[in-house]
């Protein structure tokens, strides 16, 4: 399994929702990722997974809770978002933490619309 | 900080080869990679360079110059499925990977 599966593709959700996208990888990676993208804009980084403990945070917002339950798995948690959080959302796995000679796996993303 | 310098957009003829300059300015370097994202896609890596010289991998090949925070990557054979955005990324000292703005690269028949 070369792949990291996101989950839902496509999420709407009100300004007091509470929500959160999924990211699985099966390629025992160590390193995981969530980035935010906006539209022709460059991927954002905005936390970084090492061995299951959060090794960087890009000052992001407390209304996203980023969660590593096992090695293989990646929350984000998403509570009282504005609408300019609307975008992207890109988990992204690699052997080691920076990707080096293999680079990032990304997934498919959430593409995330806050109303 | 840091900064990473790449054209918006770059137009080629199907079958030939166009470069892709990418230039940097980061502390703490390791290495520069290229991702390459079709739209509404997720960005694929293509290569990544840590030592000065060229890495060929198929119709793909990228260079890097550490001395002159340079890079490039050069696709030959161009054909129309290549028609995506291209970014260039800088891995540093903190193992973070940050993305250039990215180049738009249209290939005409």
């Known amino acids: 399994d070369t792949e990291v599966t996101q989950t839902p593709k496509h999420l709407v959700m009100g300004m007091t929702n509470k929500k959160s996208l999924k990211c699985e990888q099966h390629?025992?990676?160590?390193?995981m990722y969530w980035y935010k993208q906006k539209a022709k804009k460059p991927p954002e980084l905005m936390f970084v997974?090492?061995?299951?403990?959060?090794?960087i945070n890009e000052s992001v917002p407390s209304r996203f809770s980023p969660e590593c339950p096992n090695s293989s798995l990646l929350n984000l948690h998403l509570h009282a978002l504005q609408p300019e959080d609307s975008a992207l959302y890109l988990c992204?796995?690699?052997?080691?933490?920076?990707?080096?000679?293999?680079?990032?796996?990304f997934g498919s993303g959430t593409r995330l619309t806050v109303v | 900080g840091q900064s990473l310098e790449q054209p918006s957009e770059v137009t080629a003829v199907e079958g030939a080869i166009v470069q892709i300059n990418c230039t940097y300015q980061?502390?703490?370097?390791?290495?520069l990679s290229w991702y390459q994202q079709h739209d509404g896609g997720a960005p694929t890596f293509l290569s990544y360079n840590a030592l000065d010289g060229l890495e060929e991998t198929g119709r793909f090949s990228s260079f890097l110059s550490r001395s002159d925070s340079y890079g490039y990557l050069l696709l030959q054979e161009l054909q129309m499925k290549d028609s995506a955005s291209y970014f260039c990324a800088v891995l540093n000292r903190d193992d973070k990977i940050i993305f250039g703005k990215g180049t738009r690269l249209h290939i005409l028949p």
């Open positions: 997974y090492s061995y299951e403990k959060l090794s």
């Open positions: 980061t502390s703490g370097f390791y290495g």
């Open positions: 992204a796995s690699s052997q080691d933490r920076g990707g080096g000679n293999y680079g990032y796996t």
């Open positions: 390629m025992g990676h160590r390193a």
